[in-house]
């Protein structure tokens, strides 16, 4: 495995005391703010060793490891920030299944019930073979989009 070495300048260890001293950060930025002050091996401060920050800051060697790998590839800001997800999601509905949705939830509910539920509009779709599964929840989000409720 490799070993990262920390050595901050001056201006980032004071960058990274203004984050611990003052203003509004995320626990994020403060953990990380901690581990790379301590992980130090420059002139400005004294370095501690991965088991004494695991310990105080309850983080696991991991964190302490990508956080020095982060820092030395990208540097501090890119360190300080959380990086956005690159995860996609693919939406199960499209305007002809939210059309067909729409109509079975204006239409009158199955003998036996008062009104359409989220899960018995879930599972007619799946019934009536207008989409292999949904869930309760993309029905109501759909719904909410358009502005229907099931207790008008």
């Not at 359409?116 to 599964?133: G, P, Q, T």
Request: aromatic share 6%.
């Amino acid at each position: 495995m490799i070993r990262y070495r920390i050595n901050l300048t001056k201006n980032e260890v004071e960058e990274l005391m203004d984050i611990i001293n003052k203003g509004s950060h995320t626990s994020q930025t403060f953990r990380t703010a901690y581990i790379l002050l301590n992980c130090d091996e420059g002139n400005y401060s004294q370095k501690v060793s991965n088991e004494q920050i695991s310990k105080v800051l309850k983080v696991g060697m991991r964190t302490i490891d990508r956080v020095k790998k982060k820092f030395i590839e990208y540097g501090l800001e890119e360190c300080l920030e959380r990086c956005p997800t690159s995860r996609t999601y693919e939406s199960k509905t499209d305007g002809e299944v939210e059309a067909k949705l729409i109509t079975l939830c204006c239409s009158k509910p199955p003998k036996g019930y008062a009104k359409w539920s989220l899960r018995l509009l879930a599972d007619k779709m799946v019934e009536l073979n207008y989409v292999e599964s949904i869930s309760h929840v993309t029905v109501r989000s759909v719904l909410k989009k358009t502005n229907l409720s099931l207790g008008k």
